[in-house]
Structures are given as C-alpha cells and as structure tokens.
T-cell receptor
Framework: DAKTTQPNSMESNEEEPVHLPCNHS???????IHWYRQLPSQGPEYVIH???SNVNNRMASLAIAEDRKSSTLILHRATLRDAAVYYC?????????????FGTGTLLAVQP | GAGVSQTPSNKVTEKGKYVELRCDPI?????LYWYRQSLGQGPEFLIY????????DSGLPNDRFFAVRPEGSVSTLKIQRTERGDSAVYLC?????????????FGPGTRLTVL
C-alpha cells in the first residue's frame, strides 16, 4: 500500500485559513486521496476525498497537485472545534479490500 | 438518522478472559470494518466484511481474534485469552459500499482494558 507523509503537528489561529500538507509520492493511478479527522475521544470522521481534480465541500477543500504526488487539505476559517488529528490516507479503488491505512496524522492546534 | 453504535463503551477484564465487543452499523450499510487504536497511534485495520462474509481479515493479529456478522448487519469482535497488549480502543465503521470512494462512518469505539 502506498504511504503518506504528514507533519506531526501544526498550529493555527481561530478564523484564519489552515493548509495541511500531505506527500504521497508513490501514489498509483487507482488510489483515491481521503482525509479523515479525529476529535478527542471520538472515532474518526470523514472530511473529504478526491482522485485528480480539486474538491470542495461544506467542511473543507482538497487541492491535489497535478502529478498527484502531494495534496493539501484547506480549512478556510479554523474554529476551536477543528482542533483534531487529521489523517491523509490513500485508498485503492476496486481492490479486494477497502481498508483505510492510517498513519499518525497531523495534530492541529487552534488558538483563540 | 442513527450512526454507528458500539457496546459496551468501556470494558475492563482480566488477563486470560474472553470478551465480546458489539457493533451496530448504519442501517443498510453492506460494508463493515473493525479497527483498533493504541494510545498516540492512528487506527489499525483488523477485518472487513462485505455482507456476511469476511472479505479481508489480514489485520487480525493472531487466532485469538475472531469476528462474525451472521446476518449482514450487527457484528461481534471476539477476543479469547486476552492479554495486556490487547488493551486499546476498538473502533467499528460502516459504509454503503466497498468502492474506494465511499466514506466510512465510525462509531465512538469500545475502550478495552486488560488488567
């Protein structure tokens, strides 16, 4: 399974944009890029996913590099509730299994 | 609607005992996953069901771990002869299909402590 690399931690101020980077240089053509986040004492929560094009939803935006070797999760206005561990995960389409392989993620701290 | 639920929320047991952890997925979701999460780590995949059958059990650490989903809905993770190293949060997730683009919905987890 292809691996992802993320910074261990990042800090942001409330109401400012946050850009969370992820490197995945060994991504294959059939890998989707998924982002999940985990708030303290909760199960992970889906944020967004994409394949090639940039994606937007109510929670965030996902910017995917043209060569797909990296991506960035963008939170447009961070709130205190966005403080969580953010996981960037590659997930193969159409494989026999659809497991998520989590790394250690990026711990995002949001300052008031 | 109701999300994924897991019972019990906490389980304390003694080394060598048998435990069962239950997962109720979102109604209609055909895919169900078990993960476990140790302190400071990301969740680790254990097993994936598509309907009643285990499509991928490659993450089960050894034969003390077993999971069933007899009617394609509720699933039970069973751990025999528990060891202290089994202490972790056990997470269940479900999704509406198995394709790579489908999001997984996670339950709150069961915190297992083996004394």
């Amino acid at each position: 399974d292809a691996k992802t690399t993320q910074p261990n931690s990042m800090e942001s101020n409330e109401e400012e944009p946050v850009h969370l980077p992820c490197n995945h240089s060994t991504i294959s053509g059939t890998d989707y890029i998924h982002w999940y986040r985990q708030l303290p004492s909760q199960g992970p929560e889906y944020v967004i996913h994409g394949l090639t094009s940039n994606v937007n939803n109510r929670m965030a935006s996902l910017a995917i590099a043209e060569d797909r070797k990296s991506s960035t999760l963008i939170l447009h206005r961070a709130t205190l509730r966005d403080a969580a561990v953010y996981y960037c995960i590659l997930r193969m389409y159409g494989g026999a299994t659809n497991k998520l392989i989590f790394g250690t993620g990026t711990l995002l701290a949001v300052q008031p | 609607g109701a999300g994924v639920s897991q019972t019990p929320s906490n389980k304390v047991t003694e080394k060598g005992k048998y435990v069962e952890l239950r997962c109720d997925p979102i109604s209609g979701h055909t895919a169900l996953y078990w993960y476990r999460q140790s302190l400071g780590q990301g969740p680790e995949f254990l097993i994936y069901f598509q309907g009643t059958g285990a499509a991928d059990d490659s993450g089960l650490p050894n034969d003390r771990f077993f999971a069933v989903r007899p009617e394609g809905s509720v699933s039970t993770l069973k751990i025999q002869r528990t060891e202290r190293g089994d202490s972790a949060v056990y997470l269940c997730a479900s999704s509406s299909g198995g394709a790579g683009g489908n999001e997984q919905f996670f339950g709150p987890g069961t915190r297992l402590t083996v004394l």
